[in-house]
């Protein structure tokens, strides 16, 4: 199948410059499988990933930049549609990126069209526009698909996963107790500190954690997420930790081996914004859990109920509710290093055999009738 292929390398490049995420866990899955990609470059497909409409500078720009984007996008489509024909248009679009009409008609091209998308849970303003554009869109988070079909769109529930080409034990000894990598916000930063309160090694690495992270690296995150961070990270609610327990941005091969150095590798599912009208916080399933499962982290990780349907609670992952049980079960496995074992183990399994890019790819295209 001929795919023609647009997502950004990475989800974080104002912090991970280097990062390649979405290129490992999207583009070479899709390779693996024996498809053809291509691909063009426009800095806008990386800049209208950090685009929020709920920002009034951010829809001036949108305005300025989606009309060229689109005619640009167009074009590249049908000059390699003429020159050999394209199957397939997948990409990782909000509505930022790219004007509706523009998906329509490489869809009247006789190309299916499929948007991917992983920040609905709490923003799906951001994608509604374009979703009934395409053919398909993929959709990550079950309790979003009655709003994807409210506003029009044909979503196909397909959860995350990751590479087993990429995401694999490391034969390292385990040398940290508690680890977590990711950027600091939210609730994270009240877990951690109770953990160390509690005498037990917690450290972190990731963007807001030391000074010389900061909460803005690059300048290329945009306004709307720097406010974010700021209003969840101050007048108390992200309480400050030891300096030697905090740690610079890692790399993604860094990430991956941190996994084999730890004993425990922790895991948040409520997402950055913290709702300040009293409301519960929104969970989501994150990359992050089959990313470190499959590269055989013993795996303890915010409860949410949709995790339970991929790992077997107590079995391959361990979940924790609040502060007071994950200190009680950071505790309880340190001292258990068996039974650790056994369920990294039995995750690692699982994640290997179900969980993979490429299962979710083919049964999307089975659905789709491209398989």
């Not at 024909?85 to 990782?92: N, T």
């Not at 008609?105 to 299916?112: E, N, P, S």
């Not at 799906?124 to 988070?141: G, K, M, R």
């Amino acid at each position: 199948m001929r795919i023609f292929y647009l997502t950004q390398a990475t989800p974080n490049e104002g912090d991970l410059p280097a990062s390649r995420l979405w290129h490992a866990n999207l583009y070479l899955p899709l390779v693996d499988l024996g498809h053809e990609l291509t691909t063009f470059s426009d800095p806008w497909l990386s800049r209208a990933y950090f685009i929020d409409f709920r920002n009034p500078e951010h829809c001036k720009e949108t305005r300025e930049e989606r009309p060229r984007f689109s005619e640009k996008l167009i074009n590249e489509v049908k000059t390699e549609h003429q020159r050999k024909p394209i199957d397939l248009f997948f990409s990782y679009f909000s509505s930022a990126h790219v004007e509706p009409d523009a998906i329509r008609q490489i869809g009247q091209m006789g190309i299916v069209t499929v948007n991917w998308y992983c920040n609905a849970s709490y923003q799906f303003h951001n994608v509604a526009e374009i979703a009934p554009a395409y053919h398909y869109c993929l959709v990550p988070e079950k309790f979003r698909l009655e709003d994807y079909r409210r506003v029009g769109a044909n979503p196909i529930y397909c959860q995350e996963a990751a590479n087993p080409n990429v995401y694999r034990p490391y034969d390292l000894p385990a040398e940290y107790d508690v680890t977590f990598v990711g950027q600091k916000y939210g609730n994270r930063p009240r877990y951690i500190r109770h953990l160390i309160d509690a005498g037990i090694g917690a450290r972190v690495w990731g963007p807001g954690w030391t000074p010389a992270s900061g909460l803005v690296s690059g300048c290329k995150r945009t306004a709307r997420r720097a406010k974010d961070f700021l209003l969840n990270n101050q007048n108390g609610r992200a309480p400050e930790l030891p300096a030697k327990c905090c740690g610079a941005p890692l790399t993604d091969g860094e990430l991956i081996r941190m996994y084999s150095r730890s004993k425990i590798s922790l895991g948040f599912t409520s997402v950055a914004e913290i709702p300040t009208d009293g409301s519960a916080a929104i969970k989501q399933v994150r990359l992050r859990d089959f990313e470190a499962t499959m590269s055989g982290a013993f795996y303890v990780v915010e409860f949410v109920e949709e995790l339970i349907e991929f790992f077997e609670p107590d079995r391959e992952i361990v979940f924790f509710h609040d502060e007071a049980e994950l200190v009680d079960k950071a505790r309880y496995y340190l001292a258990h290093a068996d039974e650790r074992d056994r369920i990294r183990l039995a995750g690692l399994q699982r994640a290997r055999s179900e969980h993979t890019w490429h299962k979710r790819f083919q049964t999307v295209f089975q659905k789709i009738g491209l398989s």
